[in-house]
Nanobody, 129 residues
Framework: QVHLVESGGGLVQAGGSLRLSCAAS????????VGWFRQAPGMEREFVSA????????YVDDSLKDRFTISRDNGKMSVYLQMNSLKPEDTAVYYC??????????????????????WGQGTQVTVSS
């Protein structure tokens, strides 16, 4: 069992930065790939980024890779999403999720929400213009 808690969201002006954190409990967390997703009001949940169990494999959606960076610290049982040059269209609830069925994302990181097994409650990010 893995329990995930996101933090670091808030209100920021366009052009600003935020660093989201995903803190995990459950010792097997370090074996799993972790993804970040976001969902804006009235929109479907969309993939943002994912990282393998040890951070050696990481992927950010092409539309975001110039501004967002994912990282993890297994010693702190945490995954981070650094978001720079934020835009109003980045406004959404951001979720982290753990994917337990693959090889920890060593060779492939999935962008499908249905492939992720454990989810946090989300953290709100609001970017004002």
């Amino acid at each position: 069992q893995v329990h995930l808690v996101e933090s670091g969201g808030g209100l920021v002006q366009a052009g600003g930065s935020l660093r989201l954190s995903c803190a995990a409990s459950g010792r097997t967390f370090v074996e799993y790939a972790v993804g970040w997703f976001r969902q804006a009001p009235g929109m479907e949940r969309e993939f943002v980024s994912a990282i393998s169990w040890n951070g050696s494999n990481a992927y950010v959606d092409d539309s975001l890779k110039d501004r967002f960076t994912i990282s993890r610290d297994n010693g702190k049982m945490s995954v981070y999403l650094q978001m720079n040059s934020l835009k109003p269209e980045d406004t959404a609830v951001y979720y982290c999720a753990a994917e337990t069925r693959s090889d920890g994302g060593r060779y492939y990181l999935t962008s499908y929400a249905s492939d992720y097994d454990y989810w946090g409650q989300g953290t709100q990010v609001t970017v004002s213009s």
